[in-house]
Structure formats: structure tokens, C-alpha cells
């Protein structure tokens, strides 16, 4: 079983940055397909970007904003964040993926965007 922890989230200014964590236990982030995902009050939770060993991919909604990295011996996955709008306020996920029959999700991380 893979355990996944987010962390990093907070309340920032519209034009802020903030830096997502996602820690994974009992599985490697080099093997997983990692993603975030974000979620808004009334909304479906949406894909922000996704890691892999074949592919970076990000919504078209943060493309020059966001980035996802990883650090194999941290064993953790980032999502820089910057120039934050109020519609990134979301509640934000760390998603840990193989193949079909294993998905790994965290409780997430709070993500406030104001003024």
C-alpha cells in the first residue's frame, strides 16, 4: 500500500507562489505515474499535471505557472506554483498511479487564493 502526503498548501495573495509537496511512502515515484489534481468547492476535480516516466503534462489553465518535479531520493513530487489567480483556490491532491489496478491518493492540501 502506497501512502501519499501533501503538504505546502496555504493562503497567498493574488501574484503569489507557493510550492506543493507530496511525499510518497511504500512506493517509489520513479515507478508511479504521479499527478495532481485539484478540486473546487461545487467543481469536479480537475487534473492539474501529471509526471511520468514518458510524459509531463499540464491543464491548459496553469501551462507557464505551474511545474511538477520530482526528487527520486526524497522519494517526493513538487508542484511550483506562481502567479496564482483566485480560480486556482482549490483544494489540491497528490495522485500516485500504476497501471490500472493501483491508484494512491492523499487526504490533500488546502490551496487559498485572496486578496
Known amino acids: 500500500q502506497v501512502q501519499l502526503m501533501e503538504s505546502g498548501g496555504g493562503l497567498v495573495q493574488p501574484g503569489g507562489s507557493l510550492t506543493l509537496s507530496c511525499a510518497a511512502v511504500?512506493?517509489?515515484?520513479?515507478?508511479?505515474?504521479m499527478n495532481w489534481y485539484r478540486q473546487a468547492p461545487g467543481k469536479q476535480r480537475e487534473l492539474v499535471a501529471t509526471?511520468?516516466?514518458?510524459?509531463?503534462y499540464y491543464a491548459d489553465s496553469v501551462k507557464g505557472r505551474f511545474t511538477i518535479s520530482k526528487v527520486a531520493i526524497e522519494n517526493t513530487v513538487y508542484l511550483q506554483m506562481t502567479n496564482l489567480m483566485l480560480d486556482d483556490t482549490a483544494r489540491y491532491y497528490c495522485?500516485?498511479?500504476?497501471?490500472?489496478?493501483?491508484?494512491?491518493w492523499g487526504p490533500g492540501t488546502q490551496v487559498t487564493v485572496s486578496s
Open positions: 509526471l511520468s516516466r514518458a510524459n509531463i
Open positions: 511504500g512506493g517509489s515515484v520513479n515507478v508511479l505515474e
Open positions: 495522485n500516485g498511479r500504476l497501471g490500472t489496478d493501483y491508484n494512491f
